[in-house]
């Protein structure tokens, strides 16, 4: 089966960029998406398709993809950033096809 | 209001089963696909069912599988998921999730139901 390999824990500064990687085979070949979650709450969707943003999210939010590496990159870090963000894709190539979550990655602002 | 909101969880006896319940409200439930996600004390996300919006299509995750069974009522704007068989690891908070493309991302999840599974 497919799996999506994320940094257990990213630290950074208030207003540096935060970036949260995403490995997988191929990654570049499939949808990644986003999500950030909160202590005690619910996932939210920050980021699909590689790199689209949902309505309300703001624009310091923002995907790449590309080879084995999908990547999501939080700009001008704000301490409200602080959550655990996990990426998604749907396995297509094995059978049955099937949705997979990464490990997580709790984000620490310093 | 767009939401969705689980119900059923409780604390279960190991083999003992539990249905949970999602209740979709604020838009066409029978347009999208829709999927179980659970969570257990501590841990990450853990994708477990998905269900197509016509129910054609289901699928689960190994971990689950021949144990639960998602399914929907699109009438009653609900899905369920039955848990037959629960195990010790299949304590977590179980969220329903909006499936926004064909089953992903998801784009609207619930607050989630705590399942417990001791003796």
């Known amino acids: 089966s497919y799996v999506l390999t994320q940094p257990p824990s990213v630290s950074v500064a208030p207003g540096q960029t935060a970036r949260i990687t995403c490995g997988g085979n191929n990654i570049g070949s499939k949808s990644v998406h986003w999500y950030q979650q909160k202590p005690g709450q619910a996932p939210v969707l920050v980021v699909y398709?590689?790199?689209d943003r949902p309505s309300g999210i703001p624009e310091r939010f923002s995907g790449s993809n590309s080879g084995n590496t999908a990547t999501l990159t939080i700009s001008r870090v704000e301490a409200g950033d602080e959550a655990d963000y996990y990426c998604?894709?749907?396995?297509?190539?094995?059978?049955?096809?099937?949705?997979?979550f990464g490990g997580g990655t709790k984000l620490t602002v310093l | 209001e767009v939401q969705l909101v689980e119900s059923g969880g409780g604390l279960v006896k190991p083999g003992g089963s539990l249905r949970l319940s999602c209740a979709a409200s604020g838009f066409t439930f029978s347009s999208y696909s829709m999927n179980w996600v659970r969570q257990a004390p501590g841990k990450g996300l853990e994708w477990v069912s998905s269900?197509?919006?016509?129910?054609?299509?289901?699928y689960y995750a190994d971990s689950v599988k021949g144990r639960f069974t998602i399914s929907r009522d699109n009438a009653k704007n609900s899905l369920y998921l039955q848990m037959n068989s629960l195990r010790a690891e299949d304590t977590a908070v179980y969220y329903c999730?909006?499936?926004?493309?064909?089953?992903?991302?998801?784009?609207?999840w619930g607050r989630g139901t705590l399942v417990t599974v001791s003796s």
């Open positions: 398709d590689d790199s």
């Open positions: 998604q894709v749907w396995d297509s190539s094995s059978d049955p096809p099937g949705v997979v």
């Open positions: 269900i197509s919006s016509s129910s054609s299509y289901i």
């Open positions: 999730a909006r499936g926004a493309g064909d089953y992903v991302p998801f784009d609207l």
